[in-house]
Protein backbone atom coordinates (compact mmCIF):
# COMPACT_ATOMS: atom_id res chain seq x y z
CA UNK A 1 0.00 0.00 0.00
CA UNK A 2 1.24 3.44 -0.63
CA UNK A 3 -0.31 6.11 0.68
CA UNK A 4 -0.78 8.84 -1.68
CA UNK A 5 -2.71 12.53 -1.36
CA UNK A 6 -0.20 14.11 -0.33
CA UNK A 7 3.83 14.44 -1.76
CA UNK A 8 6.41 13.78 0.80
CA UNK A 9 8.79 16.16 1.70
CA UNK A 10 12.88 14.88 1.90
CA UNK A 11 13.02 15.07 5.47
CA UNK A 12 11.74 12.73 8.02
CA UNK A 13 11.28 13.88 11.12
CA UNK A 14 11.04 11.73 14.27
CA UNK A 15 9.87 13.82 17.08
CA UNK A 16 9.48 17.25 18.20
CA UNK A 17 9.96 19.92 21.28
CA UNK A 18 8.87 23.24 21.71
CA UNK A 19 9.29 24.95 18.32
CA UNK A 20 11.78 21.90 17.18
CA UNK A 21 11.66 19.27 15.74
CA UNK A 22 14.37 16.43 14.70
CA UNK A 23 14.75 14.24 11.95
CA UNK A 24 15.77 11.14 11.86
CA UNK A 25 19.16 12.22 10.87
CA UNK A 26 19.15 14.46 14.56
CA UNK A 27 19.28 17.88 12.20
CA UNK A 28 17.07 20.15 14.50
CA UNK A 29 14.48 22.10 12.58
CA UNK A 30 13.33 25.36 13.88
CA UNK A 31 8.92 25.03 13.19
CA UNK A 32 7.72 28.24 12.09
CA UNK A 33 4.74 26.56 10.51
CA UNK A 34 3.79 24.91 13.84
CA UNK A 35 3.20 22.33 11.04
CA UNK A 36 -0.07 24.14 9.77
CA UNK A 37 -0.62 26.12 13.13
CA UNK A 38 -1.66 22.62 14.96
CA UNK A 39 0.54 23.03 17.90
CA UNK A 40 0.44 26.38 19.60
CA UNK A 41 2.17 25.67 22.40
CA UNK A 42 5.11 23.86 20.74
CA UNK A 43 5.36 20.24 19.51
CA UNK A 44 4.97 17.84 22.69
CA UNK A 45 3.84 20.05 24.97
CA UNK A 46 4.60 18.52 28.85
CA UNK A 47 0.74 19.74 30.49
CA UNK A 48 -0.63 18.64 26.99
CA UNK A 49 0.90 15.23 27.04
CA UNK A 50 0.10 14.93 30.87
CA UNK A 51 -3.70 15.33 30.41
CA UNK A 52 -4.00 13.42 27.04
CA UNK A 53 -1.88 10.60 28.54
CA UNK A 54 -3.61 10.47 31.86
CA UNK A 55 -6.80 10.58 30.52
CA UNK A 56 -5.98 7.98 27.86
CA UNK A 57 -4.99 5.57 30.80
CA UNK A 58 -8.54 5.90 32.34
CA UNK A 59 -10.95 5.92 29.48
CA UNK A 60 -9.92 6.12 26.22
CA UNK A 61 -13.28 6.45 24.38
CA UNK A 62 -16.94 6.29 25.07
CA UNK A 63 -19.73 7.28 23.17
CA UNK A 64 -20.62 10.91 23.18
CA UNK A 65 -24.06 10.13 24.43
CA UNK A 66 -22.41 9.66 27.89
CA UNK A 67 -21.44 12.67 29.85
CA UNK A 68 -17.66 12.27 30.88
CA UNK A 69 -15.54 14.70 32.85
CA UNK A 70 -13.31 15.66 30.41
CA UNK A 71 -15.60 16.88 27.82
CA UNK A 72 -17.53 18.76 30.78
CA UNK A 73 -14.25 20.77 31.50
CA UNK A 74 -13.44 21.56 28.17
CA UNK A 75 -17.26 23.19 27.73
CA UNK A 76 -17.03 25.00 30.77
CA UNK A 77 -13.19 26.27 29.96
CA UNK A 78 -14.35 27.33 26.57
CA UNK A 79 -17.81 28.51 27.38
CA UNK A 80 -15.94 31.10 29.87
CA UNK A 81 -13.37 31.88 26.34
CA UNK A 82 -15.66 32.09 23.19
CA UNK A 83 -16.69 34.74 21.44
CA UNK A 84 -19.61 37.26 22.52
CA UNK A 85 -22.38 34.82 23.78
CA UNK A 86 -21.70 32.02 22.29
CA UNK A 87 -22.88 29.64 25.07
CA UNK A 88 -23.39 26.46 22.46
CA UNK A 89 -20.58 23.61 21.16
CA UNK A 90 -20.28 21.22 18.66
CA UNK A 91 -17.68 18.99 19.07
CA UNK A 92 -15.61 17.49 15.89
CA UNK A 93 -12.78 16.60 14.78
CA UNK A 94 -11.44 18.65 12.23
CA UNK A 95 -11.73 22.31 11.00
CA UNK A 96 -13.67 21.06 7.68
CA UNK A 97 -16.05 19.46 9.96
CA UNK A 98 -17.17 21.82 12.49
CA UNK A 99 -17.62 24.11 9.20
CA UNK A 100 -19.45 21.72 7.32
CA UNK A 101 -21.60 21.81 11.31
CA UNK A 102 -21.60 25.38 10.92
CA UNK A 103 -23.15 25.82 7.34
CA UNK A 104 -25.82 22.83 8.17
CA UNK A 105 -27.04 24.77 11.40
CA UNK A 106 -26.90 28.25 9.57
CA UNK A 107 -29.41 26.44 7.06
CA UNK A 108 -31.55 25.13 9.87
CA UNK A 109 -31.84 27.91 12.02
CA UNK A 110 -32.31 30.76 8.85
CA UNK A 111 -34.77 28.04 7.06
CA UNK A 112 -32.77 29.79 3.69
CA UNK A 113 -30.29 28.12 1.21
CA UNK A 114 -27.78 30.59 -0.23
CA UNK A 115 -23.85 31.00 1.58
CA UNK A 116 -22.02 33.73 0.73
CA UNK A 117 -18.15 33.00 0.85
CA UNK A 118 -14.73 35.14 -0.11
CA UNK A 119 -12.59 34.93 -2.92
CA UNK A 120 -9.29 33.72 -2.00
CA UNK A 121 -11.21 32.03 1.23
CA UNK A 122 -10.40 28.66 2.10
CA UNK A 123 -13.01 26.63 4.56
CA UNK A 124 -12.01 22.86 3.81
CA UNK A 125 -12.39 19.84 1.89
CA UNK A 126 -15.50 18.14 1.96
CA UNK A 127 -18.27 18.84 -0.22
CA UNK A 128 -20.18 21.11 1.45
CA UNK A 129 -17.28 23.71 2.75
CA UNK A 130 -15.24 23.01 -0.45
CA UNK A 131 -18.24 24.59 -2.00
CA UNK A 132 -17.32 27.78 -0.09
CA UNK A 133 -13.36 27.33 -0.41
CA UNK A 134 -12.51 29.52 -3.63
CA UNK A 135 -9.85 27.83 -5.41
CA UNK A 136 -10.66 26.81 -8.63
CA UNK A 137 -8.07 23.58 -8.67
CA UNK A 138 -9.70 22.11 -5.61
CA UNK A 139 -13.37 22.65 -6.59
CA UNK A 140 -13.77 21.95 -10.37
CA UNK A 141 -12.72 17.87 -9.90
CA UNK A 142 -15.30 17.26 -7.38
CA UNK A 143 -17.99 19.69 -9.08
CA UNK A 144 -20.85 19.43 -9.15
CA UNK A 145 -20.58 20.84 -5.17
CA UNK A 146 -23.65 23.40 -3.33
CA UNK A 147 -24.36 25.65 -6.45
CA UNK A 148 -25.97 28.30 -4.07
CA UNK A 149 -23.09 30.13 -2.97
CA UNK A 150 -21.97 33.50 -4.03
CA UNK A 151 -18.19 34.80 -3.80
CA UNK A 152 -17.86 37.92 -3.59
CA UNK A 153 -13.96 39.91 -3.00
CA UNK A 154 -12.86 39.66 0.36
CA UNK A 155 -12.73 43.29 1.93
CA UNK A 156 -15.58 44.58 -0.18
CA UNK A 157 -18.46 45.49 2.36
CA UNK A 158 -20.62 46.82 -0.82
CA UNK A 159 -20.53 43.87 -2.88
CA UNK A 160 -21.30 41.78 0.33
CA UNK A 161 -24.12 44.06 0.84
CA UNK A 162 -25.18 43.41 -2.67
CA UNK A 163 -24.69 39.82 -2.22
CA UNK A 164 -26.57 39.06 1.20
CA UNK A 165 -30.25 39.09 0.78
CA UNK A 166 -33.41 37.51 2.40
CA UNK A 167 -32.31 33.91 1.16
CA UNK A 168 -29.07 33.81 2.61
CA UNK A 169 -28.41 30.94 5.45
CA UNK A 170 -24.78 32.56 6.04
CA UNK A 171 -21.89 34.47 5.25
CA UNK A 172 -18.55 32.85 5.86
CA UNK A 173 -15.57 34.20 6.40
CA UNK A 174 -12.19 34.72 7.80
CA UNK A 175 -11.33 37.33 9.66
CA UNK A 176 -7.78 37.19 7.99
CA UNK A 177 -7.60 34.66 4.92
CA UNK A 178 -5.01 31.98 5.73
CA UNK A 179 -4.56 29.43 2.69
CA UNK A 180 -5.45 32.61 0.76
CA UNK A 181 -2.14 34.76 1.43
CA UNK A 182 -2.60 36.13 4.20
CA UNK A 183 -4.97 39.01 3.42
CA UNK A 184 -6.36 40.50 7.08
CA UNK A 185 -9.73 41.75 7.14
CA UNK A 186 -10.42 45.21 8.24
CA UNK A 187 -12.13 46.57 11.43
CA UNK A 188 -14.35 48.15 8.89
CA UNK A 189 -15.15 45.28 6.76
CA UNK A 190 -15.64 42.82 9.53
CA UNK A 191 -18.28 45.41 11.02
CA UNK A 192 -20.12 46.23 7.90
CA UNK A 193 -20.27 42.27 7.42
CA UNK A 194 -21.81 41.96 11.07
CA UNK A 195 -24.44 44.69 10.18
CA UNK A 196 -25.31 43.11 6.90
CA UNK A 197 -26.27 39.58 7.92
CA UNK A 198 -27.89 41.27 10.80
CA UNK A 199 -30.10 42.64 8.79
CA UNK A 200 -31.10 40.04 6.37
CA UNK A 201 -31.01 37.25 9.57
CA UNK A 202 -28.07 35.84 8.07
CA UNK A 203 -25.58 33.86 10.04
CA UNK A 204 -22.48 35.56 10.41
CA UNK A 205 -19.98 32.55 10.42
CA UNK A 206 -16.27 32.81 11.51
CA UNK A 207 -13.98 30.62 10.56
CA UNK A 208 -10.89 30.85 13.17
CA UNK A 209 -9.57 28.06 12.53
CA UNK A 210 -6.29 29.39 11.66
CA UNK A 211 -6.82 32.70 13.30
CA UNK A 212 -7.75 31.78 16.66
CA UNK A 213 -6.73 30.72 19.98
CA UNK A 214 -4.16 33.76 20.34
CA UNK A 215 -2.87 33.42 16.81
CA UNK A 216 -3.45 37.25 16.05
CA UNK A 217 -2.71 38.28 19.18
CA UNK A 218 -6.30 37.80 20.56
CA UNK A 219 -8.12 34.74 21.71
CA UNK A 220 -9.75 34.90 18.73
CA UNK A 221 -9.41 37.69 15.51
CA UNK A 222 -13.16 39.04 15.59
CA UNK A 223 -11.88 40.50 18.82
CA UNK A 224 -9.89 43.40 17.06
CA UNK A 225 -12.90 44.40 15.63
CA UNK A 226 -15.22 44.40 18.74
CA UNK A 227 -17.38 41.96 16.28
CA UNK A 228 -19.25 38.47 17.47
CA UNK A 229 -20.21 36.69 14.81
CA UNK A 230 -23.37 34.08 15.45
CA UNK A 231 -20.90 30.86 14.68
CA UNK A 232 -17.19 30.48 15.26
CA UNK A 233 -15.43 27.14 14.16
CA UNK A 234 -12.05 26.49 15.71
CA UNK A 235 -10.01 23.49 14.87
CA UNK A 236 -6.09 23.31 14.30
CA UNK A 237 -4.01 24.10 17.40
CA UNK A 238 -7.48 23.47 19.67
CA UNK A 239 -6.01 20.47 21.52
CA UNK A 240 -2.30 21.22 20.53
CA UNK A 241 -1.21 18.84 17.83
CA UNK A 242 -4.35 15.83 18.07
CA UNK A 243 -7.54 15.98 16.12
CA UNK A 244 -10.63 18.24 17.15
CA UNK A 245 -13.02 21.27 15.86
CA UNK A 246 -15.53 23.11 17.57
CA UNK A 247 -18.27 25.09 16.08
CA UNK A 248 -19.60 27.59 18.70
CA UNK A 249 -22.69 28.80 18.26
CA UNK A 250 -25.13 31.94 19.61
CA UNK A 251 -28.65 30.23 21.25
CA UNK A 252 -30.64 31.12 18.17
CA UNK A 253 -27.97 28.91 15.44
CA UNK A 254 -28.13 26.40 18.13
CA UNK A 255 -31.62 26.00 18.39
CA UNK A 256 -32.46 25.64 15.33
CA UNK A 257 -29.77 23.40 14.29
CA UNK A 258 -31.28 20.48 12.57
CA UNK A 259 -29.96 16.73 13.52
CA UNK A 260 -26.14 16.71 13.71
CA UNK A 261 -23.56 14.02 14.87
CA UNK A 262 -20.54 12.38 14.44
CA UNK A 263 -19.00 8.99 16.42
CA UNK A 264 -15.79 10.56 17.79
CA UNK A 265 -17.42 14.10 18.72
CA UNK A 266 -15.91 15.09 21.97
CA UNK A 267 -14.02 12.04 22.57
CA UNK A 268 -12.75 11.88 26.32
CA UNK A 269 -8.89 12.45 24.85
CA UNK A 270 -9.34 15.07 22.83
CA UNK A 271 -11.21 16.93 25.29
CA UNK A 272 -8.52 16.43 27.71
CA UNK A 273 -6.08 17.74 25.50
CA UNK A 274 -8.19 20.91 24.53
CA UNK A 275 -8.90 21.52 28.02
CA UNK A 276 -5.37 21.24 28.93
CA UNK A 277 -4.19 23.65 26.01
CA UNK A 278 -6.55 26.31 26.82
CA UNK A 279 -5.75 26.33 30.27
CA UNK A 280 -2.17 26.85 29.03
CA UNK A 281 -3.30 29.54 26.93
CA UNK A 282 -5.62 31.64 29.57
CA UNK A 283 -2.74 31.47 32.40
CA UNK A 284 0.26 32.25 30.57
CA UNK A 285 -1.43 34.84 28.52
CA UNK A 286 -0.32 33.23 25.49
CA UNK A 287 -2.07 35.97 22.90
CA UNK A 288 -0.52 38.79 24.71
CA UNK A 289 3.15 37.03 24.31
CA UNK A 290 1.88 36.49 20.59
CA UNK A 291 1.26 39.67 20.12
CA UNK A 292 4.24 41.44 21.38
CA UNK A 293 6.42 38.51 19.67
CA UNK A 294 4.42 39.33 16.46
CA UNK A 295 5.18 43.06 16.56
CA UNK A 296 9.41 42.23 17.38
CA UNK A 297 8.95 39.56 14.08
CA UNK A 298 7.47 42.32 11.82
CA UNK A 299 9.84 45.11 12.63
CA UNK A 300 12.90 42.90 12.01
CA UNK A 301 11.28 41.28 9.14
CA UNK A 302 11.15 44.80 7.91
CA UNK A 303 14.23 46.15 8.63
CA UNK A 304 16.11 43.12 7.31
CA UNK A 305 13.98 42.29 3.88
CA UNK A 306 13.34 45.98 2.72
CA UNK A 307 13.11 45.66 -0.73
CA UNK A 308 13.51 42.53 -1.30
CA UNK A 309 10.14 42.07 -0.23
CA UNK A 310 6.98 43.23 -1.82
CA UNK A 311 5.15 43.23 1.39
CA UNK A 312 4.62 42.15 4.32
CA UNK A 313 1.62 41.88 6.07
CA UNK A 314 -0.46 40.33 9.17
CA UNK A 315 -1.45 40.26 12.79
CA UNK A 316 0.48 38.74 15.56
CA UNK A 317 1.96 35.59 14.65
CA UNK A 318 -0.01 35.22 11.25
CA UNK A 319 2.34 36.60 8.78
CA UNK A 320 2.52 37.05 5.41
CA UNK A 321 5.87 37.96 3.52
CA UNK A 322 4.92 38.32 -0.44
CA UNK A 323 8.24 37.24 -1.96
CA UNK A 324 9.24 38.07 -5.46
CA UNK A 325 9.74 34.26 -6.33
CA UNK A 326 8.27 31.26 -5.92
CA UNK A 327 7.65 30.67 -2.35
CA UNK A 328 8.17 26.91 -3.03
CA UNK A 329 11.66 27.56 -3.57
CA UNK A 330 12.33 29.87 -1.25
CA UNK A 331 10.95 27.45 1.57
CA UNK A 332 13.00 24.64 0.65
CA UNK A 333 16.37 26.93 0.43
CA UNK A 334 15.44 27.71 3.82
CA UNK A 335 14.61 24.07 5.08
CA UNK A 336 17.73 22.62 3.23
CA UNK A 337 20.41 25.72 4.20
CA UNK A 338 18.89 27.19 7.04
CA UNK A 339 16.87 24.24 8.95
CA UNK A 340 14.03 26.68 9.01
CA UNK A 341 10.64 25.26 8.41
CA UNK A 342 7.45 27.61 6.88
CA UNK A 343 4.69 27.32 4.88
CA UNK A 344 3.10 28.76 1.65
CA UNK A 345 0.29 30.73 1.01
CA UNK A 346 0.14 30.41 -2.82
CA UNK A 347 2.47 30.82 -5.34
CA UNK A 348 4.40 34.23 -3.80
CA UNK A 349 3.28 34.33 -0.27
CA UNK A 350 6.11 32.95 2.63
CA UNK A 351 3.50 31.88 5.35
CA UNK A 352 4.69 32.20 8.80
CA UNK A 353 2.34 30.60 11.82
CA UNK A 354 5.21 29.67 14.41
CA UNK A 355 4.14 28.26 18.12
CA UNK A 356 2.79 31.21 20.20
CA UNK A 357 5.65 30.43 22.57
CA UNK A 358 8.38 31.42 20.98
CA UNK A 359 10.98 33.86 22.16
CA UNK A 360 13.28 36.06 20.78
CA UNK A 361 15.46 34.09 19.81
CA UNK A 362 13.74 32.38 17.68
CA UNK A 363 12.61 35.48 15.82
CA UNK A 364 16.18 36.60 15.19
CA UNK A 365 17.26 33.01 13.71
CA UNK A 366 14.44 32.94 11.66
CA UNK A 367 14.79 36.73 10.18
CA UNK A 368 18.67 35.98 9.33
CA UNK A 369 17.67 33.14 7.42
CA UNK A 370 15.09 34.55 5.88
CA UNK A 371 17.28 37.25 4.69
CA UNK A 372 20.06 34.93 3.82
CA UNK A 373 17.91 33.04 1.44
CA UNK A 374 15.83 36.30 -0.05
CA UNK A 375 19.23 38.10 -0.60
CA UNK A 376 20.77 35.26 -2.27
CA UNK A 377 23.66 34.96 0.06
CA UNK A 378 22.73 30.87 -0.25
CA UNK A 379 24.08 28.63 -3.02
CA UNK A 380 22.66 28.35 -5.93
CA UNK A 381 20.40 24.87 -5.75
CA UNK A 382 19.26 22.66 -8.64
CA UNK A 383 16.79 20.67 -9.32
CA UNK A 384 13.36 22.70 -7.72
CA UNK A 385 10.28 20.55 -8.23
CA UNK A 386 6.84 22.08 -7.85
CA UNK A 387 6.53 20.26 -4.34
CA UNK A 388 3.19 20.98 -2.48
CA UNK A 389 2.64 20.00 1.02
C1 LIG B 1 -7.04 24.46 7.79
C2 LIG B 1 -8.28 25.25 7.63
C3 LIG B 1 -9.53 24.62 7.46
C4 LIG B 1 -9.68 23.13 7.33
O1 LIG B 1 -9.30 22.43 8.46
P1 LIG B 1 -8.98 20.87 8.37
O2 LIG B 1 -8.73 20.46 9.77
O3 LIG B 1 -7.81 20.70 7.46
O4 LIG B 1 -10.20 20.22 7.80
C5 LIG B 1 -10.65 25.43 7.38
N1 LIG B 1 -10.57 26.77 7.46
C6 LIG B 1 -9.39 27.41 7.62
C7 LIG B 1 -9.36 28.89 7.74
C8 LIG B 1 -8.21 26.66 7.71
O5 LIG B 1 -7.03 27.29 7.84
Same mark, same amino acid.
Request: aromatic content about 10%; cysteine-free; glycine content about 10%.
Given at each position: MTSFVYSQKPIRIERGEGPYLYGEDGTEYLDFGASYACVPLGHSHPAVTAAATDQLERLTYVQGSYPVAARDALTEGLSGLAPGDAEYVWLCNSGTEANEAALKFARSATGSTKFVATMQGFHGRTMGTLSTTWKKKYREPFEPLIEDVEFVPYGDAEALDEA? *?? *? &??GFIVEPIQGEGGINPGTKKYLRAAREITDEAGAALIADEVQTGLGRTGTLWATEHAGVTPDVTTSAKGLANGLPIGATMCKEWIAEGAGPHGS &????GPVVCAAADATLSVLEDEDVPAHAAETGEYLTSELDAALGDAVREIRGTGLMTGIEVKRGSNRVLRDLAIDHSVLALPAGRTVLRLLPPLTIEQEHVDRVVEAISATLTGETAETAGTTEATR
Open positions: V *DE *D &TA &TFSG
